[in-house]
C-alpha cells in the first residue's frame, strides 16, 4: 500500500494554484489587477492585456474558479480583484526570483568574456 502523506490535499491545492499562475496570460492579468488601485473591469483588462474577450473570459475564469481573483457586477460592467492582498506579493517575490536568476545567468554569460581564447584546430 503507498504511503498517503496526511497534508497530501494541501499539496494539491496548493499545486493546483500554481497551475492557476501557469499561462503568461494569466500572470499578466494579475500583474494589471495589482497596478491598480481597486476592482478593475474587464475593458480595462482587454485593453491592457490585448488578449481577445473571449481569451480573457477563459483565463478569468480558470483565475476566479481557484480564488486568486473575484469578481463583481455593476450595472453592465464586471469588475475584477485580487480576492487576496498576498498575491501581490505572491508576484513580487516570483519578478525579485526572475530577476536574480536572470542577473546570474547574465554573469555568468559574462564570464565567457574572461575565457582564454579558443582556436580551431
Same mark, same amino acid.
Given at each position: 500500500m503507498p504511503y498517503t502523506h496526511p497534508d497530501q490535499p494541501l499539496y494539491e491545492i496548493k499545486a493546483n494554484l500554481f497551475k492557476a499562475l501557469a499561462h503568461p496570460a494569466r500572470i499578466r492579468v494579475l500583474e494589471v489587477l495589482t497596478a491598480g488601485i481597486g476592482p478593475t473591469p474587464v475593458s480595462e483588462l482587454l485593453a491592457?492585456?490585448?488578449?481577445?474577450?473571449?481569451? /480573457?473570459?477563459? %483565463?478569468?475564469? =480558470? /483565475?476566479?474558479? %481557484?480564488?486568486? =481573483?473575484?469578481?463583481?457586477?455593476?450595472?453592465?460592467?464586471?469588475?475584477?480583484?485580487?480576492?487576496?492582498?498576498?498575491i501581490r506579493e505572491l508576484l513580487v517575490i516570483a519578478r525579485m526570483f526572475l530577476a536574480d536568476t536572470l542577473a546570474a545567468q547574465r554573469d555568468q554569460f559574462d564570464a565567457i568574456a574572461s575565457l582564454p581564447p579558443v582556436t580551431r584546430a
Open positions: 491592457a492585456t490585448e488578449l481577445e474577450p473571449s481569451s /480573457l473570459s477563459q %483565463h478569468l475564469g =480558470v /483565475l476566479k474558479r %481557484h480564488k486568486v =481573483v473575484t469578481s463583481a457586477r455593476s450595472g453592465n460592467a464586471v469588475y475584477y480583484q485580487l480576492a487576496h492582498p498576498s
